[in-house]
């Protein structure tokens, strides 16, 4: 699964349409995970449960948050 690290969030592609995105603050704790909708030149940010948030978005989080660890 694709994410970057930049500017103390990790964004994630998510893993049913590379167009839409996930990003959580690294400094989340616990975190909060945002899902930005990308529709046709509209973004929607959505503030989603963690209990509903796919499970390879939360190993993608933190995988890393691992590798960003002490950074």
């Known amino acids: ?3 970057s690290i930049g500017n103390g969030s990790v964004v994630i ?3 049913r349409n590379d167009f839409d995105l996930w990003t ?3 400094a ?3 975190p909060v995970f945002w899902y930005w909708k990308n529709e046709e030149k509209n973004h ?3 503030r989603i449960p963690t209990e ?3 499970a390879l978005v939360i190993a993608s989080f933190n995988k ?3 590798e960003n660890h002490g950074n």
Do not use: Q, R, T
């Open 1 to 3: 699964m694709k994410y």
């Open 13 to 15: 592609n998510d893993p």
């Open 24 to 26: 959580v603050a690294l």
């Open 28 to 30: 989340d704790d616990p």
């Open 44 to 46: 929607i940010w959505e």
């Open 52 to 54: 509903s948030v796919p």
């Open 64 to 66: 890393a948050k691992g």
